[in-house]
């Protein structure tokens, strides 16, 4: 790898892509020489750690194994003074380093159940013959750390978390790249709301005869927040194609049945006993052969207006618009590399998701596309962070 490839892939000092070189830098400002004599005494911390992962940072970008970062604050806080040198060497997300910023956030801290006072002191509730008493445990001030990983993508991540950010800049070049999607791919959300039959039939004119299509001429239109999709199995003994989410699935209490009569001749069935239905063709772009799992749109969340969480089964019009987005080429680039086989892969193979993009339906892949294109390097991480809440493990 050329000096090159790695300059343009960092952001010194704050990040390399190999062994940085500005640490022992960092170390010598904020680090400490040991001293045998010195006063440090801390009891084991033994406290219960529960932390939820709906936070706002948490849910910024996903990881398998990321670790809320208010846990790791109440051992940072514990153990450390501000201005301490923290070393994480497996930081993953780098939420070491979020936490030892957080440890000078007044409101973060509070967040834990503890108290600061007007000078910075915490106290934290411990229980004292039956009461609750108060001790004094740290101070208020951020902590300065180093985080590394052997990912590359663990590093990325962890940098996009802890690097220095004007929040006004970063939101004015975010709301330019969501409105670039918007006007690329807002048409592909689209979803008519208790269309009567003639609405559709207008809804479809308008997106057969349209690249585009604005389907507000035939009605109200609702925007897509996700579609559930489901497998499509053939019958063993009458070879009928049967919509799992239809035939197996109970609405009312979310569970899948064990077994469940075919809609066509009524044998009864597991998921087991069926076999799954396949497509197959030629990737136009990459012209590789591709045999793909079939499956179908069965339900669509949508907002209108004020209201979210709107529900219905797509219609006619819902099933011409996605044949509309099949259609449509993607101008902007999008990976096609083949998935290998690898511990985690085995499952995505085998149902026909060979490609990278092939983790994606359409419309989610072109505005990822479009984002992508139009993020600069500093806005590359808000789209990553969205590719697997984007996924068919989502939609």
């Not at 709906?54 to 670790?67: E, L, Q, R």
């Not at 087991?272 to 179908?296: E, H, I, Y």
């Not at 006619?316 to 259609?327: H, K, M, Q």
Request: glycine share 6%; net charge neutral; hydrophobic share 35%.
């Amino acid at each position: 790898v050329s000096d090159r490839i790695i300059l343009e892939l960092s952001d010194p000092p704050y990040y390399t892509a190999c062994p940085n070189p500005f640490a022992v830098e960092f170390v010598k400002k904020n680090g400490s020489p040991y001293l045998p004599g010195a006063d440090y005494s801390k009891e084991p911390f033994t406290a219960d750690v529960s932390e939820g992962k709906n936070d706002a940072i948490y849910n910024a970008h996903s990881y398998h194994t990321k670790v809320p970062h208010k846990a790791i604050m109440r051992y940072i806080l514990h153990y450390t003074k501000p201005g301490d040198l923290i070393l994480d060497c497996f930081c993953g997300t780098g939420m070491t380093g979020v936490a030892a910023q957080l440890c000078g956030d007044r409101q973060e801290v509070a967040s834990l159940g503890y108290r600061v006072d007007a000078n910075g002191t915490i106290f934290s509730p411990e229980n004292v013959d039956g009461k609750e008493v108060w001790k004094r445990f740290s101070t208020l001030g951020p902590r300065n750390a180093i985080v590394s990983d052997l990912s590359p993508a663990a590093t990325f991540i962890a940098h996009n978390y802890n690097a220095p950010t004007e929040i006004h800049s970063f939101e004015s070049i975010s709301k330019k790249i969501l409105n670039a999607v918007e006007s690329e791919c807002g048409w592909m959300y689209q979803t008519l709301h208790q269309p009567n039959a003639k609405q559709i039939e207008i809804a479809q004119q308008l997106i057969n005869n349209s690249s585009k299509p604005n389907l507000s001429s035939a009605g109200a239109v609702g925007k897509i927040n996700y579609v559930v999709w489901s497998d499509i199995f053939s019958c063993p003994n009458c070879t009928g194609e049967i919509v799992f989410w239809d035939a197996a699935v109970n609405k009312d209490e979310g569970k899948v049945r064990d077994d469940f009569p075919c809609p066509h001749c009524s044998t009864s069935l597991t998921k087991r006993s069926m076999s799954r239905v396949w497509v197959s063709g030629l990737d136009q772009n990459t012209r590789r052969p591709f045999k793909l799992a079939k499956n179908k749109p069965v339900q669509i969340n949508y907002s209108l207006g004020g209201k979210r969480g709107l529900e219905k089964k797509p219609d006619d019009a819902d099933l011409a618009l996605l044949a509309r987005i099949e259609s449509t080429t993607i101008d902007s680039w999008f990976p096609q590399d083949v998935i290998p086989d690898g511990d985690k892969t085995p499952e995505a193979i085998r149902q026909g998701i060979t490609q990278v993009d092939y983790l994606f339906v359409r419309r989610s892949l072109a505005s990822l596309s479009v984002a992508w294109a139009k993020a600069p390097s500093s806005h590359k991480w808000a789209v990553t962070g969205s590719l697997q809440r984007a996924s068919k493990q989502h939609q």
